[in-house]
């Protein structure tokens, strides 16, 4: 039974939700409204989990002293202070409204320090670029051009460039860079999204028919 | 000339750090601007909001977080105040925690009123956050504009917006009864809405609002993706389940020109593109480098 009432759980909320697209029923509509607000609360619920999880294994790093063992002690005091700042010394409801502690929070140094971590990837991509974008072969010489075609194309000094360079109107590097993006691209990624949808409904079907067990854990 | 690209090839990383530095932050201080030239797909997006009529109500859905700020950000300010200019009415979630965030974020700074407070038949409403204004314009919370906040589900959040809003959204992000406010009035399912705008870092985003939104439930819905997302939405633009799509930093200073609102996007195309240029010809002088020091190896 540990087993039968998942796979038959999954079987019904996932005929449901096939059904209901192809044959709108009010009573199909409300099981799949049903099942959808399961899932938003099941979703919330993993946030918690994810949160306390977090917290497990920050406080086994620390009792047990592994590596780096300070950074766990940051993370649970940066997990306390936010969490307590925002349930109690925000205006309760409204902790998101500009103005709130919480919200200084947000703004003083959850922002900057994402946008640092961020930020620092222009760095780094620079970087890697110069020292492993080799045109070795046929393959990475055709996506090196297309690299360079569509990073000047993107920019404004692409169309200066081109206007230098007396390139045919029409044929200026940011239409060239246009070309490459609606047509070799979008090519590209039709085939990847076909693959993807194939993919994922003989996955799925796997798993609603019950051939597809993996999910459930164990063997 | 072999030492010298032996040279290029062992050049400290922290020098070409230094470059990129300086070709972003020099134009940012130097207040330097680029003319640019507006795409199809911006102009798209542009026309399809210009298309609205006044009292038309928008969804839009902010899908991202600070990390992407910088692409972002400009987007949702330039169409905030497009919006308000159009008295279009619209409707804030966020299917990322930190989006309706964001958003409020924004409409604090595109907010041109002075002080903290206005009081208003005896209530006393915030600036930025009750009440915005834009040039001529003001916008009141619950009337014009409200932000019902973020909702954990992903796609399944957009598919149970398609029966019913107040199911997903009982309360506002401030805990207020989403149905006590007038803007709400009419408003029952995402069919009643007349437009999508979604700006995206990933997932859920774009792929799902048009999977889920506009191929099920026909609203249109145009985006705004980061510049490493756009190319992956671009098969939804060319067969027209995608209405305008705005791609980086430069879709978001091409509808700032659209629009007229020139602000951070175009502030810092400047700085885009002089790194664009830097890794272009750092990629160069790498392959230059590389295929010389290589060559004389193999003879050797």
């Keep these: 039974m540990k087993r039968e009432i998942p796979l038959l759980l999954t079987a019904i909320v996932g005929f449901t939700f096939l059904i209901q697209f192809f044959i709108p029923h009010p009573f199909l509509r409300f099981l799949a409204d049903m099942f959808s607000d399961w899932f938003s609360i099941i979703a919330a619920a993993a946030i918690w989990l994810g949160a306390l999880n977090l917290i497990r294994v920050s406080l086994e790093k620390i009792n047990k002293k592994e590596s780096d063992w300070f950074y766990a002690i940051v993370t649970i005091a940066s997990f306390l202070l936010i969490v307590i700042i925002g349930f109690f010394f925000s205006g309760g409801r409204s902790f998101q409204d500009p103005g709130t502690r919480f919200d200084w929070i947000y703004l003083n140094i959850y922002t900057p320090l994402m946008a640092t971590m961020f930020a620092m990837l222009a760095f780094f991509v620079a970087s890697a670029s110069y020292r492993a974008f080799r045109a070795r072969n046929a393959q990475a010489t055709v996506l090196l051009l297309a690299a360079f075609l569509v990073m000047l194309g993107r920019t404004p000094f692409g169309d200066w460039l081109s206007s230098i360079v007396f390139l045919p109107k029409g044929w200026g590097i940011s239409n060239i860079s246009n070309i490459i993006m609606n047509y070799f691209n979008v090519a590209g990624q039709r085939a990847i999204m076909i693959g993807i949808a194939l993919g994922t409904v003989s996955t799925s079907l796997r798993i609603i028919l019950g051939i597809e067990r993996t999910y459930l854990g164990g063997d | ?300």
Aim: glycine fraction near 8%; include cysteine; proline fraction near 4%.
């Design chain 2, 1 to 300: 000339m072999q030492k010298l690209f032996r040279i290029l090839l062992s050049i400290d990383r922290r020098i070409i750090f230094l470059v990129i530095f300086l070709a972003l932050t020099v134009p940012i201080f130097l207040r330097m601007k680029i003319d640019i030239d507006v795409t199809r797909e911006v102009q798209i997006f542009y026309d399809a909001i210009e298309a609205l009529p006044s009292g038309s109500r928008v969804l839009v859905s902010c899908d991202y977080d600070p990390g992407s700020e910088p692409e972002l950000q400009p987007m949702a300010e330039t169409a905030f105040k497009h919006f308000i200019r159009k008295k279009i009415r619209f409707a804030i979630i966020g299917l990322w925690p930190q989006g309706p965030t964001q958003a409020s974020r924004a409409l604090v700074m595109i907010n041109e009123a002075k002080g903290r407070y206005i009081i208003e038949n005896n209530d006393t409403l915030t600036v930025g956050r009750d009440i915005v204004v834009v040039g001529q314009d003001t916008i009141r919370y619950g009337k014009d504009f409200i932000n019902l906040g973020f909702q954990s589900g992903n796609e399944l959040v957009i598919q149970r917006l398609g029966s019913s809003i107040t199911a997903v959204f009982p309360n506002d992000f401030r805990g207020v009864a989403t149905s006590s406010y007038p803007i709400m009035s009419g408003l029952n399912r995402l069919a009643d809405f007349d437009f999508i705008f979604n700006l995206s870092a990933g997932y859920p985003g774009t792929v799902e609002w048009v999977q889920f939104a506009v191929d099920r439930f026909h609203v249109p819905c145009g985006a705004g993706n980061t510049a490493v997302q756009a190319p992956q939405v671009y098969p939804y633009l060319d067969a027209g389940q995608l209405t305008g799509l705005m791609g980086g930093m430069k879709g978001g200073a091409e509808y700032e020109k659209l629009t007229g609102y020139t602000a951070k996007a175009t502030m810092s195309m400047v700085s885009q593109t002089a790194a664009h240029i830097f890794v272009v010809l750092f990629i160069v002088i790498g392959n230059l480098a590389y295929f010389m020091t290589r060559g004389k190896k193999e003879n050797h």
